[in-house]
């Protein structure tokens, strides 16, 4: 048997690849790989167009062929000549099945049905398929095998409830609380104080002047200026002009008013006259004044980034949680699994939460993560972030480091760290919901209690309700992490016992001989399905 393995991520993108929703899958093909190998030849391609020509020449050698998609349905070919089944990883409680956005591939019911098959990683996973195509259809329940890879790391870092100390290194950066000098008035970032503006001087303003009455006016003067305005007006009816003959004479009337008689008029008549000549008042124009500019805000400092190129490194001790997530991933609840930690063992100084993102835009969470971290200030114990990718070595100090392992998750599709650290034989802290239902109980984790509540599909542009999650409980994370601590620092003996049933449930779990078993069961099934078919074929042609 030859198997076609692809995946959208390899081993050349992985680094740049941090916080894509395919980067899971990468991990999933690599822990297959080996258990493929003792079945048949492998053969892993970089893109999807070379899986119909490998075929070809194989099937014309003889030899029959199965392509693996590490990659979800909708992302998955369906016009392919070569058997083909997609593996899939879901957390949610059902499957899309019906499309948007005029696009057919969306209903997962309609592609995995047209596979006629389908390898899941989880009983979770395999209860939504056939919750849509019904309980005969064909599903594999194959966790990744991955046990025996962690040998090397249990041999040379032995479960131990109280760390005496482990110096971790990343090429990136790292965040730690203890150098950070958290303060809730760092919220509030200094604005650079500019020089005042000296305030402009006002114009004087002119005191009123009183009314000074004109000169007492001669009877010749007044004759004087008559006999000026008569000949005016008498000039009104004997030369044309612009304005008409009208607004002339009440002209040179008012002007003759003012300059000759208006003293000798009672000041009420004196208004009244003035009326009469000047006719009704116009009202006022409203004059729209312009207020000037508002002035623009000051811009707030914009936060000044780690350096991420260079190797860094940092020394943890004592009671050590770690967990390993993507903090752009809304499943992953990353905010409670913090501000749980630092209000359970805020007096501790001897907790450490060591948060190893899986993301490679330091500045999608960096600004978020300090307010966290600013609005929970001060406490004792340490959070310590570490952005960079980690090489096998350096992933294997982190292994070792760690106490217990972390898990907040609303929805879980198979949730690898967690399986990797329990591996390590680490107990963990975790809900016993979605894909961890499979491996988590009392017997190796303290349980996160959870509820249900209503959800979206990833993809789904519409933003409709069509499935289901969980909600975990805060107060319950909180007791997880003081019980944990309590046990670590006060009963060793009970750790130990939990450690090692987290290393023996791995090994029933994802060992290499019991998914070696299953996938064999799985693939005689179906080759004597499709013998069965074909002789079903045959005789109905017979006749």
Not at 371 to 380: A, G, M, V
Request: proline share 9%.
């Amino acid at each position: 048997m030859n198997f076609i393995l692809y995946s959208d991520v390899n081993d050349h993108s992985i680094s740049q690849s941090l916080g894509r929703p395919e980067y899971s899958y990468y991990f999933v093909l690599k822990a297959y790989r080996p258990v493929l190998e003792s079945l048949g030849q492998v053969h892993v391609v970089s893109s999807v167009a070379e899986v119909d020509p490998l075929y070809l020449t194989l099937q014309q050698s003889g030899q029959d062929c199965l392509f693996l998609s590490f990659s979800p349905p909708h992302k998955t070919p369906l016009d392919l000549q070569c058997p083909m089944v997609c593996v899939v990883a879901w957390e949610f409680d059902s499957i899309p099945a019906e499309h948007w956005d005029g696009d057919l591939r969306h209903d997962w019911s309609r592609t995995l049905a047209r596979h006629g098959r389908v390898i899941t990683l989880s009983s979770h996973t395999a209860e939504a398929i056939r919750r849509t195509l019904g309980e005969g259809f064909p599903v594999l329940v194959l966790p990744t095998p991955l046990w025996e890879r962690f040998a090397g790391v249990r041999e040379r870092y032995p479960s131990r409830p109280v760390n005496p100390g482990t110096v971790l290194q990343i090429r990136g950066c790292i965040i730690d609380t203890r150098s950070l000098g958290l303060s809730a008035d760092g919220l509030i970032a200094p604005l650079v104080e500019e020089e005042p503006v000296p305030e402009p001087v006002p114009e004087p303003v002119p005191e009123p002047q009183p009314d000074i009455e004109p000169a007492h006016l001669t009877w010749r003067r007044r004759a004087f200026v008559s006999r000026h305005y008569l000949r005016e007006v008498i000039r009104v009816f004997t030369r044309r002009a612009e304005q008409g003959r009208l607004w002339q004479i009440k002209h040179n009337l008012l002007c003759w008013y003012r300059e000759a008689v208006r003293d000798l008029v009672s000041v009420p008549l004196r208004v009244m006259t003035s009326r009469v000549l000047r006719g009704p008042a116009a009202l006022p124009v409203p004059v729209f004044i312009e207020p000037p500019p508002e002035p623009p805000p000051p811009e707030h400092p914009q936060a000044v980034l780690p350096d991420t190129s260079q190797i860094m490194e940092t020394q943890v001790s004592g009671v050590v949680y770690v967990s390993v997530f993507n903090p752009d991933d809304g499943r992953k609840n990353w905010h409670h699994l913090i501000t749980a930690f630092c209000w359970a063992l805020r007096d501790v100084e001897d907790a450490t939460l060591v948060l190893k993102m899986t993301q490679n835009d330091l500045s999608t969470y960096y600004v978020e993560l300090l307010t966290l971290l600013s609005q929970l200030s001060p406490f004792s114990c340490r959070v310590v972030v570490m952005h960079g990718f980690l090489e096998d070595e350096q992933f294997a100090r982190l292994y070792g480091a760690a106490s217990f392992y972390v898990n907040a998750s609303r929805c879980e599709g198979l949730c690898l760290p967690l399986m990797e650290f329990m591996s390590c034989a680490r107990p963990a802290i975790a809900p016993d919901h979605t894909a961890m239902r499979d491996y988590i109980d009392p017997e190796v984790a303290f349980i996160v209690k959870s509820s249900r509540e209503p959800t979206i599909w990833p993809e789904d542009s519409r933003i409709l309700y069509r499935t289901l999650r969980h909600r975990p409980d805060w107060g319950s994370l909180k007791l997880a992490y003081e019980q944990s601590y309590a046990m670590a620092r006060h009963q060793p003996q009970a750790y130990q016992a939990m450690a090692e049933a987290a290393n023996q449930r791995m090994r029933r779990y994802c060992g290499f001989e019991p998914v070696q078993q299953r996938l064999t069961g799985f693939l005689a099934a179906q080759a004597g399905a499709e013998q069965l078919s074909l002789v079903a074929s045959a005789g109905a042609a017979s006749c």
